[in-house]
Structures are given as structure tokens and as C-alpha cells.
């Protein structure tokens, strides 16, 4: 038996919904599977899960993305954008997608606030493997949610 | 009527902001229960507080659990807008005194229609 993971599907359906809420209802501006990328997202927010579930959700998208859902949150022209508005908006995308994938894992857990990096390096997810990958296409951009569950977690559901 | 918007993130209070100003509400923004406890002490006391869970400095939480417990504060009405979706969550804000619970990602209309059962807004003012 493995340790508890959220089902891809589940994993796209919650984030279909985030950003058909807050970022464009029209089915041409949901996100949609894309390829299967490597390497890092130039713009990251990792939000911690702990408690009948520890681990992490990481959103990840590209520069053009964080700033284009930073215009459409705050109404701005992508111009007038400072890098803490983009990174405000990229993780509060992190915090609610996040925050629902934790609702389908083990609980009761608690939910950290957001970190976010924007223009940083390579993300390293210490003691955990990833999960679930979703490589989604937003608007022609690149937009991935990971999850990672720690390997003290891996560990406990593959000896039961 | 005066709404008060409690949330960490900018994008959320500016996304809240628009929904509530165009059901009429005057809108003064928090970006954490310290910040809102400040802005309901200088007044004027809104009409309602819409209040994520997770905020640094002072949650969601234990923001409505300070205003239920001062009595001029009674006539407050209380509304988490959280991600925390999980049943003793829920159980532990409306103890604690919130009067409605929306849980992130929401519509408009969600948001609407919550208004309208508090009586705060005429029913059918959702789009």
C-alpha cells in the first residue's frame, strides 16, 4: 500500500476551477493538458501540507503567465506590475489550489502560507517525490502543479 | 453599508473588493486579523467582515473569536472565505461566531447569494 495521492484528474479538475473563477470563465482561457516539460518553472509557489498528510503543492508557470493571472487578478495592465504584485497573485493561485487538494488527502492538516519565488533557480523538494505532475498550456504558457508527499509519509503507508 | 475585506493576498482583497462594491458596499480592505481589528477600532465598524483563515500575524480565526467577544462588535456579521474546506474546520469557525463560510474558488454569484441570505443585500442580486 502507498502513501495517499490525489488523483490527476482531481488535481486538474480543482485547478479548472481556480482559474475558470478568478482568471477567465470562457473555456478558451481554461488551462489545458500540455506537454510533459522539463526542467524548473521560472515562477514558483509552494504551499506545506502537514498533519494526516505532509507534503507539498507546488504551482509553477512561466514568467509571461505569472504576470498575465497578476494583470487579470488586479486589474493592471502587466506593464504596471511590481514583482511582489505577481508573486502576491501566483501564490494565492498556489493557496487555493493547494488548500482543495489538501481537502481530498488524509486530514485534519493544516495549510502553510504560501513561499514563492519568481526569476529563481532549480526548486529542491527535500525527503519527498513527487506525486502527481500536471503540465497544463494557459493562454499558449506553460503552467505545472505538482505534488510531492514526504518520504516519512511514503515510508509509513508502504509498511501498513 | 461598509464591507471589510481580510485577506493576506492583494489579488484576493482586489477580486473581493469588486464583488462587494458592486452589490453597493462600501469596501475597506485588511491584510490580516491584526490589521482588521486596527480598522474596526478607528471606525467606523462595518457591517461585515469577509475574512480568510490564513493570514499571518492573526488568522482568520482567531479575528472572529476576538470580535465575538466584544459586545459592541455584535452587530458585525461574519463570513470566512478560506480555502480550509475540511468539516471541523467549518465546525470550528461557525463556533467560534462567523455566521457563513465560502470556501476559495468562488463565483460572484456565490458570494451574492451568501450576502442575500444574511439580509444584507435584496435576494436575486446575483447575476
Redesign the interface.
Known sequence: MTAAAPDIDDVEQIVTEVFGSFLGGDDESLPMRGPDTEGDSPVTATVSITGGWDGHVVFGCSTTASRSAAAVLLMMGADELAEADVADAVGELANMIGGNIKSLLPGPSALTLPMVSVGGGAMHMPSSTEAVRLDLLWQGEPVRVSVWASNSDTQEGSTS | MLALVVD?????R??LR?IVSGLGFDVVEAGNGQEALDAVDAGPIPDIALVDW???VMDGLEFVTNVRSRPELRGVTLMMV?????H??IVRALAAGAHEYVI????PDAIAEKLALLGLVPAGSAS
Do not use: I, L, Y
Open positions: 493576506d493576498s492583494r489579488a484576493m482586489m477580486v469588486r490564513n493570514m499571518p478560506t480555502t480550509e474546506s475540511e471541523g474546520q476559495k474558488p468562488f463565483t
